[in-house]
Every structure is written in structure tokens, then in C-alpha cells.
């Protein structure tokens, strides 16, 4: 688990592209009915662009609410941003929500804390409300690595697992889904990413073995990479 911030995760990458926002929102509103008068909370929400086109695509009358640590200049203005830790939200929001969605979140959280977050998550859920969490497929994971990346990256997917299974274990009843995007982007890009560290597994890294691991991607891909971008999505209804 890192303890430092990350900034690029969906900056200018297929995470933030129309279509993966528009799938992976008609993913949502397959597994999750909602409405104009839905109200909408984003746990670690990054740049709020799913959200933000959730509330274009429902015409939402309430602005969602998106939260994180980080606050960034380029986020989705339709959103109603807060700056502020998953479980000091709940310390005094008073508001009921039909979802709440954290989306590849939860891995960078110590297990007492998603515990508490869990409580915290199922107090504010409306009569009908549900949570989304979604991380990435531990089993099937294809994400483009070079070879210390892919130590950590298993790392960070067995823990993943771990968690997965202390939220079915406190959740019996929880539903699991999967959600799948078909990834084409060149190897230029990708390797831009790197540099920048995108994803939680590269922030320990040091500069000389990010350039070494950058070597190695070179080598080991095509100009092109193809690649299914896997998540898992546990719902968890209010009980
Ligand atoms: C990998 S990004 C995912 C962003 C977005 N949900 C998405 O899927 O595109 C994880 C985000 O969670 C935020 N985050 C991590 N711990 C958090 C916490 N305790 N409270 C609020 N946000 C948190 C990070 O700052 C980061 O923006």
C-alpha cells in the first residue's frame, strides 16, 4: 500500500476518454437504476469526469458529489467537489445517497479503514441506495508492465484479493459483476503514463528504475498495445 498522492491516473489517457466514460457509465446504469432525482457520492472521484458525465447523462437536479484527496484545476466542474478524506466526509455530511461508487479506491486504504468506511458507506445509503466498489481483476489483470512493475503490481492484486474477500465475508449478500475495456493505445503514450507514474504500483519507484523499467517496455511491446483493462465490481444494497 503507498501513502503518496496520485495525480495522473486520468490525466489524458483512455481512464479519461469519452468512450471508456461512456461504457463504463452504461455499465453503472445497467447494474444500477437511478434517476434525474438520484443523489450521487464519488469516493476518491480523481478528476470527477465519470461523474460529471453521469450527471449530464441523468440531467441530474442535484449536483453529485465527488470527493478526494487531491484537488485538481482540471476536474469536472458539473460536480459538487470536496477536498476532504473518505471517512472525515461522513463525520458531518447528513445527506442519504441512492449510490455510492468508489471506483479503484479502495486498494490504497488500510483494512480497519475500509471497515469503518464500509459502516460509514451503508449508514448514508437511501432505503434503496447501493455501493459500487470496483478494483482491479486480480486474476486476469493485462495491464502492460515491465518486470519490478509486475512484482508490485502482483503485490498490489493479492492484497486486492485479500480485500475483495473481508468485504464478501462481512457482505454475504453482495453482488459481483465485471467490467471489461478493450484498451488501444500506442506505446509512446504508454510509456508517457509510466513516466508519470499513473497507477498506485509505480509511486515507490525511483526515477532510475522507472527509466530501466521504461527500457524494457520499449522492447518487450509493439508500437501499438492492445490490452482489456479488467475490473471487478462488488454492490453491496443497504441492509
Ligand atoms: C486510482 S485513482 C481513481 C480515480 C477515479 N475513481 C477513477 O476511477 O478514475 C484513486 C483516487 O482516490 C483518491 N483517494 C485515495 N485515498 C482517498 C481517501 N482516503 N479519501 C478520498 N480520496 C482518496 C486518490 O487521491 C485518487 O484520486
Same mark, same amino acid.
Given at each position: 500500500?503507498?501513502?503518496?498522492? +496520485?495525480k495522473?491516473? %486520468?490525466?489524458?489517457?483512455?481512464?479519461?476518454?469519452?468512450?471508456?466514460? $461512456?461504457?463504463?457509465?452504461?455499465?453503472?446504469?445497467?447494474?444500477?437504476?437511478?434517476?434525474?432525482?438520484?443523489?450521487i457520492?464519488?469516493?476518491?472521484?480523481?478528476r470527477?469526469?465519470?461523474?460529471? $458525465?453521469?450527471s449530464?447523462?441523468?440531467?441530474?437536479?442535484?449536483k453529485? +458529489?465527488?470527493?478526494?484527496?487531491?484537488?485538481?484545476?482540471?476536474?469536472?466542474k458539473?460536480i459538487?467537489f470536496?477536498?476532504i478524506?473518505?471517512?472525515?466526509?461522513?463525520?458531518?455530511?447528513?445527506?442519504?445517497?441512492?449510490?455510492?461508487?468508489?471506483?479503484?479506491?479502495? $486498494?490504497? #486504504?488500510?483494512?480497519?479503514?475500509?471497515k469503518?468506511?464500509?459502516v460509514? #458507506?451503508?449508514e448514508?445509503?437511501?432505503?434503496?441506495?447501493?455501493?459500487? +466498489?470496483?478494483?482491479?481483476?486480480?486474476h486476469?489483470?493485462? /495491464?502492460?508492465?515491465?518486470?519490478? #512493475?509486475?512484482?508490485?503490481?502482483?503485490?498490489?492484486?493479492k492484497?486486492?484479493?485479500k480485500?475483495?474477500?473481508?468485504?464478501?465475508?462481512?457482505?454475504?449478500k453482495?453482488i459481483i459483476?465485471?467490467?471489461?475495456?478493450?484498451v488501444?493505445?500506442?506505446?509512446?503514450?504508454?510509456?508517457? #503514463?509510466?513516466?508519470?507514474?499513473? +497507477?498506485?504500483?509505480?509511486?515507490?519507484?525511483?526515477?532510475?528504475?522507472?527509466?530501466?523499467?521504461?527500457?524494457q /517496455? %520499449?522492447?518487450?511491446?509493439?508500437?501499438?498495445?492492445?490490452f482489456?483493462?479488467?475490473?471487478v465490481? /462488488?454492490?453491496?444494497?443497504?441492509i
Amino acid at each position: 500500500m503507498v501513502s503518496a498522492v +496520485i495525480k495522473n491516473w %486520468d490525466k489524458k489517457n483512455w481512464l479519461s476518454s469519452r468512450n471508456y466514460i $461512456h461504457k463504463f457509465n452504461n455499465f453503472l446504469l445497467k447494474a444500477k437504476k437511478l434517476n434525474s432525482s438520484s443523489k450521487i457520492l464519488d469516493i476518491g472521484c480523481g478528476r470527477g469526469k465519470i461523474l460529471g $458525465h453521469l450527471s449530464s447523462k441523468l440531467r441530474l437536479k442535484n449536483k453529485p +458529489i465527488g470527493i478526494d484527496l487531491v484537488s485538481h484545476k482540471d476536474r469536472d466542474k458539473r460536480i459538487n467537489f470536496k477536498k476532504i478524506d473518505a471517512l472525515s466526509f461522513f463525520s458531518t455530511n447528513k445527506e442519504k445517497f441512492d449510490l455510492i461508487l468508489v471506483k479503484q479506491t479502495i $486498494h490504497l #486504504m488500510k483494512f480497519n479503514k475500509i471497515k469503518s468506511l464500509l459502516v460509514k #458507506m451503508n449508514e448514508n445509503l437511501k432505503p434503496n441506495g447501493e455501493i459500487f +466498489i470496483l478494483t482491479l481483476d486480480p486474476h486476469k489483470n493485462e /495491464i502492460p508492465n515491465f518486470s519490478l #512493475m509486475k512484482i508490485e503490481l502482483l503485490k498490489s492484486l493479492k492484497r486486492d484479493l485479500k480485500i475483495l474477500k473481508f468485504i464478501s465475508k462481512l457482505y454475504p449478500k453482495r453482488i459481483i459483476k465485471n467490467f471489461s475495456y478493450k484498451v488501444e493505445i500506442t506505446k509512446k503514450k504508454y510509456i508517457d #503514463m509510466v513516466s508519470e507514474r499513473f +497507477i498506485s504500483t509505480l509511486l515507490g519507484f525511483n526515477n532510475k528504475q522507472i527509466v530501466t523499467g521504461i527500457k524494457q /517496455i %520499449d522492447l518487450k511491446y509493439k508500437k501499438k498495445l492492445r490490452f482489456n483493462d479488467k475490473l471487478v465490481c /462488488i454492490i453491496i444494497k443497504n441492509i
